[in-house]
């Protein structure tokens, strides 16, 4: 039983491009939680998902982040014109269910925003 | 909301001596802890947690104490060894969705040979 899967591990991208990343939860998992991790900081928390709903993005910047969890596919979140300020590592974690004390978490995405 | 903080940010140890991390939280209505352990290029995972109808909790090396008076609890790891050495992350939350966890900054423990 494959963990959860994050990709790419690292992603390079200029200001202004647009980041995708990827997260595959755990076979039997059906909730998915985003968290942004800057340099020498704890890990706060961003958006939770189930299938094809957002549940609570409380977390999210306002403005060019999104994310989504399809029926079919890996949850994605989508970061536009990215800035500086933008670099961080980027976790996933994932539960078979909200009344399950124990989130999984995937390797993270660093990414970096030159 | 919830707000966790974490002491000390890092901590050095020579192996086989003691580590204690300490964290404190603001919301009263919190009632899991888990504490995470990060090593590097990896995500975080569980090493254990506590509920806050229990005030000790014990596995094999590694104990986590719970004050729900003073609202705060702490990583005790005893006779260290070199794959201790990671970062370490406190949590609260309120209620059982754990992806909704609040995390403290982390400590980076170092354990000397």
């Known amino acids: 039983n494959a963990g959860v899967m994050q990709n790419p591990r690292h992603l390079v991208r200029r200001r202004g491009q647009e980041a995708r990343l990827r997260c595959s939860p755990m076979k039997g998992h059906s909730h998915v939680y985003w968290y942004r991790q800057l340099p020498e900081e704890g890990l706060k928390f961003m958006v939770y998902?189930?299938?094809?709903?957002?549940?609570?993005e409380s977390g999210m910047p306002k403005e060019r982040f999104s994310a989504e969890f399809p029926k079919e596919g890996p949850s994605i979140l989508r970061i536009q014109q990215v800035v500086r300020g933008d670099s961080a590592a980027y976790f996933c974690a994932s539960s078979p269910s909200p009344a399950n004390t124990e989130a999984f978490f995937g390797q993270g995405t660093r990414l970096t925003v030159v | 909301g919830e707000n966790v903080e974490q002491h000390p940010s890092t901590l050095s140890v020579q192996e086989g001596d003691s580590a204690v991390i300490k964290c404190t939280y603001s919301d009263s209505a919190s009632n899991y802890f888990p504490w995470y352990k990060q090593e590097l290029g990896k995500g975080p995972q569980l090493i254990i947690d506590i509920r806050s109808n229990v005030g000790e909790k014990k596995d094999q090396r590694i104990a986590v104490t719970l004050n729900k008076t003073a609202k705060h609890f702490s990583l005790h790891i005893t006779e260290t060894q070199p794959e201790d050495s990671a970062v370490y992350f406190c949590?609260?939350?309120?209620?059982?969705?754990?992806?909704?966890?609040?995390f403290g900054d982390g400590t980076t423990l170092t354990v000397k040979p």
């Open positions: 998902l189930q299938k094809e709903n957002i549940i609570d």
């Open positions: 949590a609260a939350l309120m209620g059982t969705n754990a992806g909704k966890s609040t």
